[in-house]
């Protein structure tokens, strides 16, 4: 009788461990399922913008597309304004991260430079532009200066169309102004013109306004407006990398202390090689690690 019930007792204790095992089978499948599928969605959440610099803003957006593709539960809103917005949006802490084609101390105070972390993520090259029919295709520098200045009116003063010169200006907040100003025109306030506060509007006028002239980054150059070369030097990157054309600037994406959460995330993206090595190219920046010169807050161009 007791070898029976021992038998039994024995029978229930294996049917019970084989019920908890197929359970803890299934918790540890319906584990690791959730483990692949937020490896496969990425984990990153939250909600960040970035707003400043128009000329950076392609690059930044088209990331943070590709990045939230990844990231379903992620949300990064891109605004342009210009570089001094996103400088100080970023310093007041009304912004995760300011877009800049400037170094912060160029826009800001040193003590509100002083809390913010630069992160550069690229480099970008500007070009003077020109409506399609204006036949000058060069210019030298005090050539642009004197147009830039007004003392050049008409294009035929340089050996081009009767036709008068029609300013396209950027706002004083803008830093693909304050790139071009610097490295352009040798530091020379511009002259009054038509003024607008995106990349996109500038080329559109200038592409629709027959003797405008103006200034874009290279992402920007679509075959609607014609660059011009300075001093001979074609606007191209392998130029730009040699230091042999002037007017490039890094692209900075400032966040005030350093970052963390989705900030930290989103920028560790922007230096990835899926960023650096296929996007960056490929929207026409330029990648800062081919550079073989190096330029300071001060403007200081080096051998790197």
């Known amino acids: 009788m007791k070898s029976k019930l021992f038998l039994v007792l024995l029978l229930i204790g294996v049917l019970m461990g084989a019920v908890v095992g197929c359970g803890g089978q299934s918790d540890q499948k319906e584990e ?49 304004g210009g570089s001094g917005t996103g400088l100080s949006q970023v310093a007041q802490g009304a912004s995760d991260i300011g877009n800049s084609d400037v170094f912060a101390e160029e826009k800001l105070t040193p003590e509100e430079a002083k809390g913010l972390v630069d992160h550069q993520v690229c480099v970008v090259g500007m070009a003077a532009v020109v ?6 295709d060069n210019v030298t520098k005090q050539q642009l200066i004197d147009i830039f200045t007004g003392k050049i009116t008409n294009w035929k003063e340089i050996g081009g ?3 008068k010169v029609t300013l396209v200006n950027r706002p004083k907040s803008s830093g ?9 025109l040798d530091g020379a306030e511009e002259a009054s013109g038509i003024e607008q ?11 629709e306004t027959p003797g405008a002239i103006g200034y874009l980054a ?8 014609k660059a011009l070369k300075l001093d001979g030097v074609e606007p191209a990157a392998e130029n730009i990398y040699t230091g042999d054309y002037p007017i490039w600037a890094y692209e900075h994406m400032y966040t005030r202390g350093e970052p963390t959460g989705l900030a930290k995330d989103f920028l560790d993206y922007m230096m990835s090689d899926e960023v650096q090595k296929t996007l960056v190219p490929e929207l026409g ?17 080096s051998q790197k």
């Open 218 to 225: 290279f992402s920007y150059l679509d075959g609607s407006v």
């Open 32 to 80: 690791g399922h959730e483990q692949t599928q937020q490896e496969q969605t990425g984990g990153s959440k939250g909600s960040i913008t970035a707003v400043g610099s128009s000329a950076l803003q392609p690059l930044v957006e088209e990331a943070a597309n590709q990045f939230m593709a990844k990231n379903p539960e992620a949300q990064i809103v891109v605004q342009g």
């Open 161 to 163: 169309p009767d036709v």
């Open 176 to 184: 693909t102004r304050a790139t071009f100003k610097a490295f352009a």
């Open 197 to 207: 506060d995106s990349s996109g509007t500038v080329r559109k006028i200038i592409n």
């Open 131 to 136: 409506h399609p029919d204006i036949t000058v």
């Open 285 to 301: 920046y330029l990648p800062a690690t081919e550079m073989k010169v190096k330029r300071d807050a001060e403007g200081n161009v």
